[in-house]
C-alpha cells in the first residue's frame, strides 16, 4: 500500500480462518441493512397484548446473541437471583444446547435488562407462575423464562422435534417452532427478508466487528467454543463486552421508540 503525505498508513490486524468464515456469515445474507431497521422491528415488536413479551425475547436475542431454540429453554432462575434481581452472567446449561455444551453469556445490554424487567412486571400482574414465597423477582424459579399467550393466559412453551445435519451425522433436538416463526415472520413483516431466528446473534456479531472488536470478544459473545476450550469456560474480562454491547444501540431506545 503506498503511503499518501498526511494520511498515517492503515495498521491491520491479523484474521483468523475462524474470524473470515465468521465474517462471511455475518456480511452477507442475515444482516440488517442498519439500526434504523432494529428499530423498526422493535417498533412492531411493541404491539398488541404480548408487547412485553416480543420486546423481552428480541432484545435477548441481540444483548446475548444466543439461539433462539436454547432461550425457549432458559427457566427464570437462570437469569434472575433468588433476590430478585437480573444477573450480568449467566450459564446456558449444556442440555439448552445445540452443542450439548454449556457456556456463560452476557446480560449486560441495558436495552435487554430493561425489558426483561418489563417482562417480569407483566407477569406479575397478569399473575402468570408466581413464586409462593416472592423469589426470583416474584415468578417461580422454576418456570420459563419466555411463555406463550393461551387466549387470556400465559401458559408453557411447547417443543417439537427437528432433525439437522452435522458433520458427525443427523441428529434430533426439540426447537419451539412457534418462537422461531414468530421472529422470523417479525423480521420479515419489517422488510428483514433474509431474517431468521439467528438475526440478533448474527447482528450482534456482526456490529461488533465493524466497530473493529477483536475477534476473541465476538468469539466469546457468541458462544462459538473451539474443541480445545473446555466446557467449564469462563468469559475472562466481561467489563470489555458489556462496554462494547452498550456501545452498539446508544441511540435506541428500549422499547423501539423514536
Known sequence: MPF??????VKRRPVSEAAKRLEAKTKGAGKLRDKAQLKHILANANRGDCAELNLALIWFLFG???RISETCYLRVSDVFTKSGNLKMIFRMKAEYTKTGKSR???LVLKQQREALYA?????IKDKAMLSDDGSYGGLRGDSYLFLSRSGKKWVSLSFNPKKYTTLDGVKETMVCSSMENFVRNLFKSCGFMTGSSHGGRKNSASWLA???IEYSVIQMAIGHISKDITDTYIIPDPQRLTNALNNLYPKVK?????
Open 254 to 258: 428500549p422499547f423501539g421508540i423514536n
Open 64 to 66: 446475548s446473541l444466543t
Open 119 to 123: 417482562w417480569r412486571d407483566r407477569r
Open 104 to 106: 456463560d453469556c452476557a
Open 4 to 9: 499518501i503525505e498526511g494520511h498515517k498508513p
Open 210 to 212: 465493524d466497530i473493529g
